[in-house]
């Protein structure tokens, strides 16, 4: 895993947090809901290449 995604995911976590402050604060609860719900799947399909690749590997590890 590099560095480079570890701040990507920190820097989308930043902006969601944020927007769906304002989001909030103006009344539009909805949307910031699903502000909130695209920024878990959006750092989610990043991640998703490593977890397959944790299972794999933890696939062969434990194979007989």
Do not use: C
Request: avoid cysteine; hydrophobic fraction near 60%; proline fraction near 2%.
């Amino acid at each position: 895993m590099s560095v480079n995604l570890i701040f990507k995911i920190a820097a989308v976590g930043i902006l969601v947090s944020v927007l769906s402050q304002v989001l909030k604060h103006s009344g539009r609860e909805e949307q910031a809901f699903l502000t909130t719900l695209a920024g878990l799947v959006l750092v989610l399909l990043w991640i998703l290449p490593y977890i397959f690749d944790l299972f794999t590997t933890m696939q062969q590890l434990f194979a007989l």
